[in-house]
């Protein structure tokens, strides 16, 4: 039998593992089976039964070869490398032999993969005749032009003809359209002091100035305001509309809302209110505008608007309701100064009162315009000095004109019907505060009217005109994002106010009177201030969001029209102080609840106090 030697056991291993082509191994020269020839005999036979005959001593045998050194190889990425190198290890082969075997499976390997080369190579089918070659080495530019004009032709031809890219006309239109909606559920319970005035001391001008004047020589109170008796009202405001865009810079937008009444400053109707019997509710047009961006872009802005749109103002609500809407033409700007400071402007003339086409209605010869308008003009600046510190700060001024009442021509109203020439001169709308003045100059010196004591059919007018002053500001603070810290305030000062002329006329907002003064002082004021505090999430936007507020206002009886502050605190209007605390909370992306608390009470005349508690849940869509 053949012996296989280390370095072919190896050999075999490493070509298993690379597929290499096994080498054939050399033969040994065998050995015979067959009995050897004995040597022939010499010397006598115990010599040569002796053992210890010609033994060869330990010297004279050759040293024993040292082992190599077992050197540890780094690991390969092969497999097989990694076998050798591991016998090595084992002392199995040595290091010579593993670098042997390695460099003979490198070479097999190779050998391998040109053969399987030149196989897939022969597998190729043949190259094709000289007939079948079409071979380009290069194409003139001029041909090439007509040719890329010649494929954009037939493209355009066909684009044409399938009308590609061209949208459905109803889909371009309504992609355009951006519609908008929402709806607010509220319970309001209001709650009266037990000692506010109940005497008649509220005259309600609103009601009177709405209907027939009141005759003051009878023997009925004027409509009063509710000063007394506690109220729960559950309230509903509906608003949808859309804004579209018209292209070239230009917008426009629609929105209409419910309502008790036409009133400018609340959308709400109430459940059961009106006619109730589940009366059908009035639907009124909020919002109709268009307007013209002309601005430069990059951070600066130039809007032109006409129609009745929102407060164009960077105001609160001490100034202007919420639910205002402003009728006329309007610009805003805004242009970039640096990196963290802009500056902004806002003007705007708006029509608030147009004298009825045919006053008076029952006369032939027809009174003359006292049309009213709102002038109004607006400069501040944003700033943000810091990545989590912005502010915003602006000076306004709102002058009213025609606001005031006027005194009529000396006649005497025989019939309530009867109408005098300043009669448009009344606000159509109010809500409680501002100072009024009888506008009727009835002549009581005749017997026509018992010299005074019948005939007394009055309107009442505002007895201050208006001119108001306005710093607003508020400052945000993001340090604690998602939280927002913020402080808003606002100040305005009615620069037309004169108080001793006020003295003169007015009927309401005076001091206590007494037996040496059966005419209480006027004690009204032309400073309206509020501060509020803010926290919570910016913008509601997912369940969990939250903000909440606390504020103080001090309104003084014509520091601002009543007609148009906000409606909510004491009822609405004027001659009010207070706080109010308010928080909401985020149900979904689209829906919140809120709790809102007002505790307000009269600034000067008879003692009115009144707690307002508000639960409302919102949606948006």
Known sequence: MTPIRHSHLSFLLASAVLGAPLAPAQEEPEVSTETAEAPAASGNLADTLDPTLDLPLASDLPAEPKPEPVVTAQPSANVAINLINLLVQKG???RAEADEMIKQAEADAAAAQRAQAEADVASLPPEPTPEEELRVTYIPDVVRDQMRDQIQQELMAQAREEKWGEANPSEEWTSKIRPFGDLRLRTESTYFDDGNDNTGAFPNFNRINQLVPFDTSGTQFSPQHNVDEDRFRTRIRARFGADVDLGDGLTGGLRIATGDSSSPT?????FGGGNGSFSKYDVYLDRAFVSYDAGPGDGQELIFTGGRFDNPFFTTDLLYDNDIGFDGLAMKGKVRINDCTNTFFSAGYFPIFNTDFNFASNQPDKFSSTDKYLGGIQWGVEWKPLEDLSAKFAISYHDYSRIQGKLSSPFIPLTSTDAGDTDSTRPLFAQRGNTYFPI????????????????????YGLASDFEELAATARVDYDKFEPIRLSLVGEYVQNLAFDKSAIDAVAVNNRGPTSTAKPIGAFEGGDTAWNIMFLIGNPALE???DWQA??????VESDAVVDAFTDSDFGGGGTNLKGYTLGARMALTKSMSAGIRWMSANEITGPPLASDILELNLETEF
């Open 92 to 94: 199995t082969i040595t």
């Open 266 to 270: 609340s959308t709400n109707q109430t």
């Open 440 to 459: 009727r100059n009835i002549d009581n010196s005749t017997a026509a009217n018992d010299f005074g004591n019948k005939f007394q059919y009055q309107y």
């Open 542 to 544: 997912k369940f969990g």
């Open 549 to 554: 507020s606390i504020g103080y206002r001090y």
